[in-house]
């Protein structure tokens, strides 16, 4: 049975709420990886100090810790996201201030009163249904002048961290994605990335592709991480799985990382992600 967008917004917004300190411990507190992004992000928006910006699905805040010092005291940033989770964090992890502002807001659906003059959003693009909806949303809260910023993980072929795991599982568990599901590669390669922002009506449209390689160490230590970083709705469904699926999984999740294994065990994974930025 197919999710209807609603159902897995809400479904996504219980996930993010459950993984938000995980995923805060694992990725956004350390910049390795893909998350070299954050800077590079930042750096290609030349923000001035005195800036209004807002940054859509701001997670936990690591994005916003940088954007905070980039205006200063006279610019201010507001962070607006689904999971009240993620932004219990983010609060507290970003120093409080008065120009700081964490709002649970749906970026299909927010309104502000004022127009901002950079837009950011990094690493959920590929998570709205409705993207256009939520694209356009942020064109309309835009200053005619207003620069957008987006990052989002590459083709799978480039990103194996993911496609290693990804490719097994849905061997083994056919409905590891609910069917519905917005499909989270339609973004990874720049003319797809671009032509989405096009249709929205920016203009401008840069897109930049960076190498960010990832070691999660050895196969043993990348296999334990997946299982005790996983979501719940997905680990309930490896649980299923009988002894002999799981081993087979696991051997079958070695095969892919094999080609990048170095001679001393660890993996080395290539890491595309691709930095958009675009005019109103
Ligand atoms: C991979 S995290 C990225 C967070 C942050 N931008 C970062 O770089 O760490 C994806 C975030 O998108 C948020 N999200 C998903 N759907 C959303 C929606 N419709 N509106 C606002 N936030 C959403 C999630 O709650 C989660 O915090």
């Given amino acids: 049975m197919r999710v209807k967008s609603s159902e897995y917004k809400k479904c996504n917004m219980k996930i993010w709420n459950e993984v938000a300190p995980r995923y805060h411990k694992r990725w956004a507190t350390v910049s390795k990886g893909p998350f070299q992004s954050t800077q590079k992000l930042i750096s290609s928006l030349q923000i001035k100090k005195g800036d209004h910006v807002l940054d859509v699905a701001s997670g936990t805040g690591v994005?916003?810790?940088?954007?905070?010092?980039?205006?200063?005291k006279t610019g201010y940033v507001i962070g607006a996201d689904t999971s009240t989770s993620a932004i219990k964090i983010a609060k507290k992890w970003n120093d409080k201030s008065q120009n700081l502002l964490f709002?649970?807001?749906?970026?299909?659906?927010?309104?502000?009163?004022?127009?901002?003059?950079?837009?950011?959003?990094?690493?959920?693009?590929?998570?709205?249904?409705?993207?256009?909806?939520?694209?356009?949303?942020?064109?309309?809260?835009?200053?005619?002048?207003?620069?957008?910023?987006?990052?989002?993980?590459?083709?799978?072929?480039?990103?194996?961290?993911?496609?290693?795991?990804?490719?097994?599982?849905?061997?083994?568990?056919?409905?590891?994605?609910?069917?519905?599901?917005?499909?989270?590669?339609?973004?990874?390669?720049?003319k797809q990335l671009k032509n989405e922002i096009k249709k929205a009506g920016f203009s401008k449209i840069k897109v930049n592709d960076y190498d960010f390689p990832y070691s999660p160490g050895t196969f043993e230590q990348y296999w334990k991480n997946y299982l005790r970083y996983v979501a719940k709705p997905i680990?309930?469904?490896?649980?299923?799985?009988?002894?002999?699926?799981?081993?087979?999984?696991?051997?079958?999740?070695?095969?892919?990382?094999?080609?990048?294994?170095?001679?001393?065990?660890?993996?080395?994974?290539?890491?595309?992600?691709?930095?958009?930025?675009a005019k109103y």
């Fill in 103 to 190: 709002v649970n807001a749906d970026a299909e659906n927010f309104s502000f009163k004022e127009k901002f003059d950079i837009i950011t959003c990094q690493y959920a693009l590929f998570f709205f249904p409705n993207s256009q909806k939520a694209l356009k949303n942020m064109r309309n809260s835009l200053k005619k002048e207003g620069v957008l910023g987006i990052s989002v993980h590459g083709h799978p072929d480039r990103v194996p961290y993911f496609d290693s795991i990804f490719k097994a599982v849905t061997k083994f568990i056919p409905n590891y994605i609910p069917p519905g599901t917005p499909d989270f590669d339609r973004f990874g390669t720049k």
């Fill in 235 to 277: 680990k309930e469904k490896l649980n299923k799985l009988s002894k002999s699926q799981r081993k087979e999984l696991k051997d079958t999740v070695r095969g892919e990382t094999r080609s990048y294994t170095k001679r001393d065990g660890t993996i080395q994974f290539p890491w595309e992600v691709l930095i958009l930025t």
């Fill in 63 to 72: 994005v916003t810790k940088l954007l905070k010092q980039k205006v200063g």
